[in-house]
């Protein structure tokens, strides 16, 4: 039998749905991603280190991007052992997590079956909505 994962995925967390042997595993990965810039003063764009100007702002998506390469990291290590994969989810992590995928030899080799657009939903939705895409012949 072959082990199918769904991913659920946005920027705060992944919901990963595996079918095997007639059983259904959920688990649920946090991303961690900060949102906002925190500046001390309203209005403050950045620091001063020494006679250098810091712009918080750059460092800020700087370590977005590093958040959201580590977060993606974790999703694709725990879906590894999946035979065939389908992402779906709203915005564009679910893209950046397809593009992971694909960049990843050991995960990658045509095991991503689908990726879709879908708005936020419950988690008895999503377990609906992977086994119905895998029950479906493609």
Same mark, same amino acid.
């Given at each position: 039998?072959?082990?199918?994962?769904?991913?659920?995925?946005?920027?705060?967390?992944?919901?990963?749905?595996?079918?095997?042997?007639?059983?259904?595993?959920?688990?649920?990965?946090?991303?961690?991603?900060?949102?906002?810039?925190?500046?001390?003063?309203?209005?403050?764009?950045?620091?001063?280190?020494?006679?250098?100007?810091?712009?918080?702002?750059?460092?800020?998506?700087?370590?977005?991007?590093?958040?959201?390469?580590?977060?993606? /990291?974790?999703?694709?290590?725990?879906?590894?052992?999946?035979?065939?994969?389908?992402?779906?989810?709203?915005?564009?992590?679910?893209?950046?997590?397809?593009?992971?995928?694909?960049?990843?030899?050991?995960?990658?080799?045509?095991?991503? /079956?689908?990726?879709?657009?879908?708005?936020?939903?419950?988690?008895?939705?999503?377990?609906?909505?992977?086994? /119905?895409?895998?029950?479906?012949?493609?």
């Amino acid at each position: 039998m072959k082990k199918q994962t769904g991913i659920w995925i946005d920027s705060t967390k992944a919901i990963i749905v595996t079918l095997n042997d007639g059983k259904e595993f959920i688990c649920e990965i946090q991303s961690n991603l900060e949102n906002k810039v925190y500046h001390d003063k309203e209005g403050d764009k950045g620091s001063f280190q020494g006679n250098q100007h810091i712009n918080s702002d750059k460092t800020f998506e700087e370590r977005k991007k590093h958040q959201m390469n580590n977060f993606l /990291k974790d999703v694709v290590t725990s879906v590894q052992e999946s035979d065939e994969l389908y992402l779906f989810g709203p915005a564009e992590t679910k893209i950046k997590l397809q593009q992971k995928i694909n960049d990843d030899k050991l995960t990658g080799n045509g095991k991503l /079956k689908s990726v879709e657009t879908s708005d936020n939903m419950t988690s008895n939705q999503i377990v609906a909505k992977v086994k /119905k895409f895998y029950s479906e012949p493609h």
